[in-house]
């Protein structure tokens, strides 16, 4: 008896360790970037440092540390862990044999050397969880986990100098603003007039039935405004809003005309109506956005206008990362108060398929998951930081068909057109995944033709590649018949919410971009297919997919959009790559969205190209449009900077017709040696008349809530929306550089005056509030003085001489300060919020 209850003791214990053998919550790791170009090669050096502050002894193995990593490691100095890459950045570090037990209390570093260069935080692995041999389906997150993105050696190198922002700032002046200049995007023509219209309970608004939709929206604007509604009339009374139907007006464009008396907007089409409302409440006092006022005064003005493009868009990524509705319907109000009309809704990649397709339940059930897995059977593998916990947001999340309808007819209202984007057949692992696990169920029920039916695999393949960002598993397979009928039934049920929500659909994004080489090499289904067609390379599998892609949606009434590659040909010259405007589609009425400009790249006239060639192109530079990039080089500022540093001034200053004038940068934020550009194609004046509009775009792979997309969105949104809008400016056209320069000065400090004055104070209340990234503060040491300023004059400057963080409350910079002591700066918004701290002296 003895010996039977030792037994079940000793089982009893060990289940007890295989449960939870270390307390996993007491285990903190740093990870500490320690040098770049290490050994004088484009590599750096970096180390993992675990801490075991737990009470029990972490085992030399047994274990396995999970975690996301955008960099390929080479070599693991100290020998004692093996680092790897899965698939994708999701890695891990597995203890090898001269890893020695953590005692309590100890340590343990594991220096590595990885490929490229780390330069900011952003760089830094994330999502970082333990999971024990024993119990391989559990896992542990790791709570404290802290970066080191500065190494002391390298701070000059790593963070912006104090003095050069405000160098950069020093040309801005803090100006008044005019009445005739309060309207962003800022109209054609807008003149002051005498007097003022006061805007309160006694006013009445009169509109044509026409405008009933865009009458509703603006009663409930003032109603939020003076706290009721606006008394509804049908013909014209005394101190009056007027909506009236005129003829002769383009689709967007309108007449506002505020007189003491009356306000009168004229319109054509109902958008045009839509706009001019925009425009008025931009020229309301900012009291309205904070609390419900008795009485509104408006500025007497009338306003001619409309846009220079007839396609203003900005694409949100939510596959990588998901957003809300909530925050989908907040970035539309947004839009629709700049006056953008398209939403490009990036709805699946390889990390997320995020809209419900009722007939295709995986596709949600499994591919809008992410968390640990060893199979991704039921939930796709972590990445981008999102951790082991499938239901944890925004690695997890998806739109319901309810909720996608709601956010199609809130757009439709706001004048906004939502164009879905379903990547094929690259950038397709969620699908890929998600339909393996539909394959399998039907498998299981003995149905082997339903399981085929959308399966998007050959799966005999054994062809090898790995994609742009790593994945080895992330194409659809174009030989196969059940890719069609998958791609055919997704854009069927879409096609059913956009009726049900009576919203317009013209054009899907099927994405096409970057499919690795390598791809179904392996294939047997390709091999039979190129066989059958007589398709001799496999680069001209390409122009086959495209072909029956683009049937399927013409047959629906609809035309093609994707990236740029959907017009582009591979070819070869002197033997080597070249891809050229594809002949196969001009006619075909594809839409190209072109993003590689990238300064040094080769491809910095692809836009212009196409254009020529008779596609109908969107530009979309990465080197201006891009604002998941980060807005200036320093390892505290979040964000990518792999094609451009995207400052507020990048989207304002971009010239669409010769955007070789707005080139200033290279990819390192240094000034642009413009002999690069010297032999490349111009746009014509026939590929002029092919340039469609302007798209700016957010990639979520680094953006983990609503607070990040706001701050990497705002306000670079708005020198776009200007761009997109308004008329061309004298400095872009002009031939004289001096004329052109000077115009360019007055307009940016008109600018940045009003976003500091009007535009982020507005926006500080509109909704709640956009968390939009304040500037830091320049400082320069001249004649032992500090000298301090901002790139956004009406913010307030504070400061502290004790090292301190600086808080709303602290001194306010009003003067140069004496140059004593550790002085820190910080600038702060009209609700008090803080933005990043500037040091002098560093």
Known sequence: MKKIFLSCLTLLFSVNLIAQPIAVDKIAIAWNLLANHYEGKNQFIASFTIHNQSKQSLPANGWKLYFSYPRKVTQVLSANAVLQTINGEFASLTPSTNFKALAPASKAVITYVAEGRSFTYTDAPSGLYLVFDKEPQKAYPIKNFKVNAVPTTEKASLKLSPALIYQKNEAISNGALSDSKLVLPSPISAVKLTGQFLLNAKTTLVYDDFFSNEAKLLQQDIAQFLGKKLM??????????ILKKVNGLSKEAYQLKVKPDSIIIAATQTAGAFYAIQSLKMLMPLSVWKAPQTQITIPAIEITDEPRFAYRSFMLDVARNFQTKAQVLKVLDLMALYKLNNLHFHLNDDEGWRLEIPALPELTQVGAKRGHTLDDKQNLQPSYGSGPDTSAFPGSGFYSKTDFIE?????????????????????????????????????????????????????????????????????????????????????????????????????????????PAGVWQKSPAITQLMQKENIREYDDLWYHYLAKANTILKQKGLYLSGWEEVAMRKTKLDGKNQYIANPDFTSQNFHAYVWNNVWGWGQEDLAYRLANAGYKVILAPVTNFYFDLAYEKDADEPGLYWGSYVDVDK???????????SAKEDLQGNVLDKSILKNKERLTAYGQSNIVGLQAQIWSEKISGPQQLEYMLLPKLLGFAERAWAAEPIWSSATDSLLAENHYKQDWN???????????????????????????????????????????????????TDGSLPQASSPVY??????????????FDSKGRGGRTTVAGL
């Open 651 to 661: 989207p304002f200053y971009f010239n669409p017709f010769d955007y070789y004038k």
């Open 750 to 800: 008109w600018f940045v005056n009003l976003l500091g004055k009007r535009e982020l104070p507005r926006l500080a209340y509109f909704n709640g509030g956009y968390q939009y990234r304040i500037p830091p503060v320049g400082v320069l040491k001249e004649n032992g003085l500090l000298k301090a300023n901002m790139q956004l004059p009406g913010f307030t400057i504070r400061y502290t």
């Open 814 to 827: 009003t003067k140069p300060l004496a140059d004593k002591g550790n002085v820190t700066f910080r600038a």
């Open 407 to 515: 956010i199609l007819r809130y757009a439709k209202a706001r004048h906004i057109q939502i164009i879905p984007e379903i990547e094929t057949p690259g950038h397709a692992r969620a699908a890929i995944k998600a339909m393996d696990a539909r394959y399998e169920r039907f498998m299981k029920a003995g149905n082997p033709q339903e399981a085929k039916r959308y399966l998007l695999r050959d799966t005999l393949d054994k062809s090898i590649y790995k994609s742009v960002q790593g994945y080895h598993d992330n194409v659809m397979n174009i030989a196969l018949p059940s890719t069609y009928s998958f791609i055919e039934k997704v854009v069927d049920e879409v096609m059913a919410m956009y009726q049900e929500a009576d919203a317009p659909l013209k054009t899907i994004h099927l994405g096409g971009d970057e499919v």
């Open 232 to 241: 509804l009339a049908k013909q014209d009374v005394k101190q009056v809003i």
